[in-house]
């Protein structure tokens, strides 16, 4: 339908669909994805042989200019982003003033979303060369941000960053690092997490991405349009699902209660968190890479005893017909929070550590939004279901 013929704004040609479910927002060349077949793939790639085999930064330069960089452009990119590390004093002292117990996640967003005000060359959003400046620091500062919005919590000094360390170190040691000891993560640690990293870079139109590409579409700068995708990613209904598995399995507390929890699930008393996804009707491909990751991370860590708690859960879940008749199969966040854990990370820094990473698919996108001539400012029709043309009644008359 030409919606210029609609005859009114929201007019019965309107397509009704809360949640954009049938409705393509823009087009993209970034990540393409087969939920039926469990597939997922940036810019071509199999995102399981770019686990393999890549690191964070080579994804993100991937996602950024579509192609894999050679061994000389990755090392300039590296370089790059490594000596935008630092952050401005003042977005320290802004991420200090919070309140002791506020969310990582709010003090992430306003660290990003006041970068404008420190690179006013990010509103030449028209300027190739400052569009990928901007990006270059964000992808440089997150990590050190998000950093310094744990050691806020917790009431340690912020660590600053080691030129020596590469992107997964270096964030680990801003992390951990005390006054007494110099951290160095373990390798087997530090892959995981690149790992992790690499699996959450993107994934096409996912809310904060929609969040960040809506923002974008009025001509918003980077870091306002990220600070938004940020704030998407912090919904429950988002970010916070590996939280909830952690949750539930701890109800569980043991192998033996799995059984009792699957009936009850049966019966539509609980959720099996962390299974199910809206485009996966198969195995979540994320899902088969990160089960692998923590056995690499346990070897280090111990094993998280919630473990076998969820191999049981999957045993029994993917064997059921219940499971099996809805398509439902574990999805990135059954396994990831146990990582997370056994890493000592506190249940708030989950969001934290998946939005990190997804800067790099949050850039890639925004990019892609500017640089799309036929993109529009997005502005969806309505259903209105109100009053109309009512005569207004003076307050002395109401009542
Ligand atoms: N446990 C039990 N039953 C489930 C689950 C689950 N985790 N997920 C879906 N179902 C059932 C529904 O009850 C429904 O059954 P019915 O047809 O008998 O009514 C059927 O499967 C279809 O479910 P919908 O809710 O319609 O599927 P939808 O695509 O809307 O939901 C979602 C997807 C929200 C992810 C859902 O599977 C869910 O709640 N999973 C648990 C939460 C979770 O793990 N979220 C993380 C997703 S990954 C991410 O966001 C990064």
Redesign the pocket.
């Known amino acids: 339908t030409d919606l210029k013929q609609v005859p009114t704004q929201s007019g019965p040609l309107a397509t009704y669909d809360p949640g954009f479910m049938n409705t393509a927002s823009c087009r993209s060349a970034i990540t393409y994805i087969d939920g039926d077949a469990g597939i997922l793939e940036y810019r071509g790639y199999p995102v399981d042989q770019l686990a393999a085999g890549a690191s964070h930064l080579e994804v993100a330069y991937l996602l950024l200019y579509g192609e894999l960089p050679t061994p000389d452009q990755l090392a300039s990119w590296e370089k790059q982003i490594n000596t935008h590390r630092l952050v401005h004093e003042n977005v320290r002292e802004l991420i200090d003033a919070f309140r002791y117990d506020a969310h990582p996640m709010a003090k992430l967003m306003a660290g990003v979303a006041s970068m404008q005000t420190f690179y006013p060359s990010s509103r030449r959003i028209d300027d190739p060369e400052a569009r990928e400046m901007n990006i270059i620091r964000l992808l440089g500062k997150i990590p050190t941000m998000a950093a310094w919005a744990y050691r806020h919590s917790i009431g340690r000094h912020f660590v600053y960053p080691n030129d020596e360390l590469g992107y997964v170190d270096n964030f680990l040691a801003m992390l951990f690092q005390s006054q007494q000891r110099v951290y160095r993560a373990d390798p087997r640690v530090s892959r995981a997490l690149e790992v992790l990293f690499i699996l959450h870079a993107d994934?096409e139109q996912?809310c904060s991405t929609n969040a960040v590409r809506s923002v974008a579409s009025a001509g918003n700068d980077l870091f306002t349009s990220v600070g938004a995708g940020i704030g998407a990613l912090f919904g429950p209904?988002?970010?916070g699902?590996n939280e909830?598995?952690l949750g539930m399995l701890r109800e569980i507390g043991t192998i033996d209660r799995v059984p009792d929890f699957i009936a009850g699930?049966k019966e539509?008393r609980a959720?099996?968190?962390?299974?199910?996804?809206?485009v996966y009707k198969n195995y979540?491909p994320r899902a088969k890479i990160i089960k692998r990751s923590c056995d690499d991370v346990f070897e280090v860590t111990g094993v998280n005893p919630l473990l076998s708690i969820a191999l049981e859960l999957e045993k029994i879940a993917l064997e059921d017909e219940?499971?099996v008749s809805?398509r439902?199969y574990p999805?990135?966040?059954?396994y990831s929070g146990l990582i997370y854990e056994a890493l000592r990370f506190p249940p708030e820094m989950f969001t934290v550590l998946f939005a990190v990473p997804r800067t790099a698919g949050w850039c890639a996108q925004w990019l892609e939004n500017m640089t799309d001539p036929d993109q529009k400012i997005m502005r969806p029709k309505q259903i209105y279901t109100g009053y109309r043309e009512r005569t207004f009644v003076p307050q002395d008359q109401r009542g």
């Not at 959720?271 to 809206?278: A, C, K, V």
């Open positions: 994934h996912n209904l988002h970010g699902a909830a598995v699930v539509g959720r099996l968190m962390g299974f199910g996804h809206r979540d219940y499971f809805r439902l999805n990135v966040d059954f």
